[in-house]
């Protein structure tokens, strides 16, 4: 069975105090790995996807990056807009469901 | 990016009554949607995948007869709960599966919060 597990749960910054998130992850056979982005009541918003060990992807003030056992969301000099809980998740390579860990809420004050 | 959107935004019900959310994909065609649901301060739990043209597929521990989904276009997935009851209130999102090109990913719906009286 996949399994998904974030951490920290919770991450209080300063404004420009940059920080990075955990994914780590076991999967049968990885088709990718997902960030996204979650408002309170609101649905995920799709960050970025990582296929292969090794990869990078950078957004804004947000870069992705991936091992063989663990990604990490990096968040340089965040801003109070970057508060959000931000989720990861896995694809199978046998299948196309997303098993997503429980998150990591973080809150950037001013 | 990709639009999913989902209505109604939110509903109260009462208990015994059915309830339908619609999930709609905006600006692509996508054979296949999942739903799941939400309780506060956790993760996205998957409930089941919809297939177009085709029955939905279950998650362990879901009730088909109480979570009846139906993909009936290549826009358009519907899950209806059935005599909701107080426990069964949750925040329900669905996302629409794009495969192909460079866009490829799953893009969610904003959600629809359910409340059974």
């Known amino acids: 069975e996949d399994q998904v597990t974030q951490s920290p749960e919770a991450l209080r910054l300063q404004e420009g105090e940059s920080s990075s998130l955990n994914c780590s992850y076991t999967?049968?056979?990885?088709?990718?790995l997902f960030w996204y982005r979650q408002d309170p009541g609101k649905g995920p918003e799709f960050l970025f996807t990582l296929y292969s060990a090794g990869e990078e992807k950078e957004k804004e003030r947000l870069k992705a990056t991936l091992t063989k056992k663990e990604s990490f969301l990096h968040i340089t000099a965040p801003k109070p807009e970057d508060s959000a809980t931000y989720l990861c998740?896995?694809?199978?390579?046998?299948?196309?469901?997303?098993?997503f860990g429980a998150g990591t809420t973080v809150t950037v004050r001013a | 990016g990709a639009v999913v959107s989902q209505h109604p935004s939110r509903v109260i019900c009462k208990s015994g009554t059915s309830v339908k959310i619609e999930c709609r994909s905006l600006d692509f065609q996508a054979t296949t949607m999942f739903w799941y649901r939400q309780f506060p301060k956790q993760s996205l739990m998957l409930m089941a995948t919809s297939n177009e043209g085709s029955k939905a597929t279950y998650e362990q521990g879901v009730e088909k007869d109480k979570f009846l989904i139906n993909h009936a276009s290549l826009t358009l997935s519907t899950l209806t709960v059935t005599s909701a009851h107080p426990e069964d209130s949750s925040f329900y999102i669905c996302?629409?599966?794009?495969?192909?090109?460079?866009?490829?990913?799953?893009?969610f719906g904003p959600g629809t919060r359910l409340l059974v009286l």
């Open positions: 999967v049968s056979g990885l088709r990718g």
């Open positions: 996302s629409a599966d794009r495969r192909g090109g460079s866009k490829e990913t799953q893009y």
């Open positions: 998740a896995v694809q199978a390579a046998n299948d196309y469901k997303l098993s």
